[in-house]
């Protein structure tokens, strides 16, 4: 579903510490694109001074987890953004134990899948595609950039993979 949120105080579901943001547009959303995946995703796009871009951000470690933080910087600093618990809850592997969807969607579907989304979302709300595009990821962040510039090259218009953990 779609919200506005008034400029001010935010406190993401699951924590205490509120975060102080302008006023933006908050899309909650879930995709399913196999009968064993559920990634959720949100999409934040600022009210006013957006400044026509979009920012995709990623998790840390086996963070199954909306990276609201992350979410916060890029929406103060003008842009539309997006994240995505990658088709699970917790911070451990046993999600994937017996569901190789779901490894997939962790390993590279749910950025992808999130991505895509997000870019007609706020094509959608705003009356334009941004005008550029990037994803900033550090740890589980940095491997989830290089695959996304590994297997979707055209998601994204520039990656920045920070501590990238790869094999």
Same mark, same amino acid.
Request: hydrophobic share 35%; glycine share 16%; proline share 0%.
């Given at each position: 579903g779609a919200s506005?949120? #008034? #400029?001010g105080a935010f406190t993401p579901p699951g *924590? *205490?510490? =509120?975060l102080t943001l302008p006023g933006f547009c908050r899309v909650e959303a879930t995709a399913r694109p196999t009968s064993d995946s559920e990634i959720k995703f949100e999409v934040w796009i600022p009210l006013e001074a957006?400044?026509?871009? %979009?920012? @995709?951000? /990623?998790? /840390? @470690?086996?963070?199954g987890s909306i990276s609201y933080a992350a979410? =916060?910087?890029?929406?103060?600093? @003008?842009y539309a953004t997006a994240s995505? &618990?990658?088709? +699970?809850?917790? &911070? &451990?592997? *046993? %999600? @994937?134990?017996g569901h190789p969807e779901k490894v997939i969607d962790f /390993? +590279?579907?749910a950025i992808h899948v999130m991505t895509t989304s997000a870019?007609?979302?706020?094509?959608? =709300?705003?009356g334009r595609f941004a005008d550029r595009s990037y994803f900033v990821g550090c740890s589980s962040g940095g491997h989830q950039a290089? *695959?996304? =510039?590994?297997r979707y090259p055209d998601d994204y218009d520039g990656i920045i993979a920070g501590a990238p953990f790869n094999q």
């Open positions: 506005v949120v #008034a #400029a *924590s *205490s510490v =509120a957006w400044n026509g871009k %979009f920012q @995709g951000v /990623g998790n /840390g @470690g086996y963070q979410m =916060a910087n890029a929406l103060r600093r @003008g995505t &618990d990658t088709g +699970h809850t917790g &911070d &451990d592997v *046993s %999600f @994937g134990q /390993g +590279h579907r870019t007609l979302v706020v094509r959608n =709300a705003t290089l *695959s996304e =510039a590994q």
